[in-house]
């Protein structure tokens, strides 16, 4: 599996994820709960995509310096994201925090195994 391979396999499953969470809330707890979830899913997601388009915005024939900034700068504004989008969501949501951090936990794990399956493959 390749690396863009594997970010597509990884972004592919947690939007599955996502929507087959947030149909069991929505019929499980109604519509705000699955709003909720939409909205735990999108908080993995959106970090995650900016992070892969910082890192491999870099040629892959850069210097070292260069690919590692790209990186920590890509890996520090992931997490400065992810902490402003929760902010925003629980917000919305406080009353509907199950379904928000249920969701974006599952698709977080998602993104774990993809990475363990994928360097399973490559050895």
């Keep these: 599996m390749t690396n863009r391979s594997t970010i597509a396999t990884v972004f ?8 087959v ?9 109604g ?6 979830a ?3 899913g999108g908080i993995a997601i959106l970090p995650g995509a900016y992070f892969a388009i ?3 915005s870099v040629p892959a024939d850069a210097p070292l310096k260069m690919l590692a900034n790209a990186f920590y700068k890509g890996e520090a504004l992931k997490f400065v ?11 919305w949501f406080a009353d509907n925090f199950l379904p928000l951090v249920t969701t974006y936990i599952a698709a ?3 993104y774990w195994l993809a990475l363990r399956v994928g360097a399973g493959i490559q050895r």
Excluded: H, N
């Excluded at 592919?12 to 929507?19: A, F, K, R």
């Excluded at 519509?31 to 909720?36: E, I, K, P, Q, T």
């Design 54 to 56: 910082k890192v491999f």
């Design 108 to 110: 977080l794990l998602v």
């Design 12 to 19: 592919v499953g947690q939007s599955l994820v996502t929507i």
């Design 38 to 40: 939409l909205a735990g």
């Design 21 to 29: 969470a947030a149909v069991v809330w929505l019929m499980a707890a």
């Design 81 to 91: 994201i992810t902490v402003v989008l929760f902010i925003i969501a629980l917000q």
């Design 31 to 36: 519509s705000f709960s699955g709003l909720a």
